[in-house]
């Protein structure tokens, strides 16, 4: 018979929006007995959420799933060293309440999206009480380390090497939300152990009731985390003059994050025009924004972890049919043009970025369509929802996995 009684350990949980809500949901509605460990709710502004308290410790529910809640530091979007000191936070208390708690579940699943030191306290449980220790990567360290602007030097980078490795051959079982992950965290591992490529799925449904009037005869929208690694500086300054041009073409930016006031500034200080600041918007808006939208746009800046990395927010726009604007380098771009999904740039070049918008406005409505029937054919091939968590479920609960 199955273990039954899961604990999974996160930073970020409902009410955040992440896909690790919806993959918890579904296990309870399996008959798994899921509880959750996770910080007070505070992505991304750096601040608790309305109706939250930051206890040091308090328990709620998500639906019928307990959620063991634990003291954050507020204001760590703005502050590198308020950060870290909110990483070694959230293990503290974590690793507290995992010492209270984590004797009576069978397994612990760790959902590791930004800091991998949130996979300590599952590490603690493993060795403490002999619990099997499954981990989803969805950010590689050390190199999402230096992308975020941290200084390598030898001591700094012999500790992260020392963290990655302790945390995952002080595993059982490894998922990884981007194949580029495995060749770098083999290198990391004392024995072989499988890695298993386990993608995203949208997270947002695609029917829309009321599709947003948007600014524009015709609209570019970015959704998700407004912070530095999107790289929206260059994307704004290569827009400045196609709003001069096509002053009925407008950029819609939905979300918050780090980088919105320098954003703002930004547009203000080089005058550019038909930049719509929508700000965040629960998930049940978004197929309307969506459905609203003419092209769908992806920006990073180049680092050699994103070139393969996969944003989450890829597989929710393949799932509106909508034509692709990549800014950024490395896997997704590839997939854009293998699919004949849109148009990509190079994040550096501003040149590239401008003729990139230009290129879409030059388009007929009818290639436009036919872009974004193709995201469909991807979205079936490799991002199902069922086919994957059936993949993490095999995965976390059985014994050995040979899917």
């Known amino acids: 018979m199955l273990d039954k009684k899961l604990l999974i350990i996160g930073e970020a949980f409902y009410p955040e929006d992440f896909i690790i809500n919806d993959l918890a949901k579904e296990w ?143 595993s059982d079982k490894i998922a990884v939300s981007c194949s580029g992950f495995t060749p770098k965290l083999s290198t990391f591992l004392k024995e072989e152990k499988t890695i298993q490529w386990i993608p995203n799925w949208p997270i947002i449904e695609s029917t829309s009731l009321d599709p947003k009037v948007l600014p524009g005869r015709f ?58 600041f929508v700000g965040r918007r629960p998930l049940m808006e978004m197929p309307d924004y969506f459905s609203g939208s003419d092209v769908l746009l992806i920006s990073l800046v180049d680092s050699s972890i994103y070139e393969f990395m996969i944003p989450s927010k890829f597989q929710t726009y393949l799932n509106y049919e909508k034509p692709i604007f990549a800014i950024m380098k490395g896997e997704v771009p590839n997939m854009v043009k293998r699919y004949n999904l849109g148009i990509i740039a190079d994040p550096n070049d501003i040149d590239s970025i401008y003729q990139g918008f230009e290129a879409f406005l030059n388009l007929s409505r009818q290639d436009l369509d036919q872009m974004g029937s193709y995201s469909i054919d991807l979205l079936n091939s490799t991002f199902i929802r069922e086919k994957n968590i059936e993949k993490l479920t095999k995965l976390t609960f059985e014994e050995t996995c040979t899917v």
């Not at 290569?238 to 780090?258: C, M, Q, R, T």
Request: hydrophobic share 40%; glycine share 6%.
């Open 28 to 170: 309870s509605s399996q008959g798994y007995q899921v509880e959750v460990l996770t910080r007070n709710p505070s992505y991304p502004f750096g601040k608790i959420f309305e109706g939250y308290q930051n206890k040091i410790y308090q328990k709620t529910f998500f639906g019928e799933i307990p959620v063991h809640r634990v003291f954050v530091l507020q204001g760590y979007q703005k502050s590198k060293v308020i950060k870290i000191l909110n990483y070694f936070s959230f293990v503290f208390f974590a690793s507290l309440v995992s010492l209270w708690i984590g004797r009576k579940f069978d397994r612990v699943f760790v959902y590791q999206t930004g800091p991998l030191t949130v996979a300590l306290p599952g590490n603690l449980i493993r060795i403490l009480f002999n619990k099997k220790l499954t981990i989803w990567t969805q950010d590689l360290w050390p190199d999402t380390v230096y992308a975020y602007g941290f200084k390598k030097s030898k001591l700094f980078d012999k500790c992260l090497n020392w963290l990655v490795s302790f945390v995952y051959n002080n």
């Open 219 to 276: 609209n570019f929208t970015f959704a998700g985390n407004l912070g530095k690694v999107q790289n929206l500086e260059n994307v704004l300054l290569a827009f400045k003059n196609i709003s001069i041009k096509h002053p009925e073409v407008w950029i819609n930016l939905i979300g918050d994050g780090s980088a919105m006031s320098s954003l703002k500034a930004l547009v203000k200080n080089h005058e550019i025009k038909n930049i719509n």
